[in-house]
């Protein structure tokens, strides 16, 4: 298992964008998908996006069309690009590796203000 570290989490207004970065341990080239999720305040964790080693990405409807995930192989890092964001967006975002996961980084806080 690699270990996970986020960062690029911070407050941002609705509409404006952020991308959070995932950095692995050790080589993801051979993980078989690598993802995001997040938890919101009362809420239970989610799944956001992932993006598998063949290259194939899906997403949350919640986040279509305004997240998108990618992974550089060559960095070991995995990112999340929010664009449009909402307030509902809000929450503690997660790396993870594998599928289904089996490492977790820390997270990193992202909060939308109205």
């Known amino acids: 298992q690699v270990q996970l570290v986020e960062s690029g989490g911070g407050l941002v207004q609705t509409g404006g964008s952020l991308r959070l970065s995932c950095a692995a341990s050790g080589s993801i080239s051979s993980i078989n998908a690598m993802g995001w999720y997040r938890q919101a305040p009362g809420k239970q964790r989610e799944w956001v996006a992932l993006?598998?080693?063949?290259?194939?990405?899906t997403y949350a409807d919640s986040v279509k069309g305004r997240f998108t995930i990618s992974r550089d192989n060559a960095k070991n890092t995995v990112y999340l690009q929010m664009n449009s964001l909402k307030p509902e967006d809000t929450a503690v975002y997660y790396c993870c590796s594998g599928y289904p996961p089996n490492s977790w980084g820390q997270g990193t806080q992202v909060t939308v203000s109205s």
């Open positions: 993006s598998t080693n063949s290259r194939i990405q």
